[in-house]
């Protein structure tokens, strides 16, 4: 192998290490403390080809009104 591939290979690796170093360290988007009662997850989708979605929703930490997040209207 040649000094040329092994400088580049070695700069793959770095950089690949710096990249997760980074994403580790990055704050969330949103913080669980504005509300201590919910929960906040995020979706975060990237096709690849420029396009993607990101979505959050607020869910109760309460297993009780969570549940009745499923539950009919019309029914108790």
Do not use: C
């Not at 509300?35 to 009780?64: A, C, E, F, I």
Request: net charge positive.
């Amino acid at each position: 192998m040649s000094l040329f591939m092994s400088l580049l290979i070695l700069g793959i690796v770095i950089m690949t290490a710096l990249v997760a170093l980074i994403g580790q360290r990055r704050p969330p988007i949103e913080e669980d403390e504005t509300d201590p009662n919910y929960h906040t997850l995020r979706s975060d989708y990237q096709s690849g080809m420029g396009g993607g979605s990101m979505r959050t929703w607020k869910v109760p930490k309460d297993p009780d009104e969570y549940a009745r997040f499923f539950v009919p209207k019309g029914k108790k």
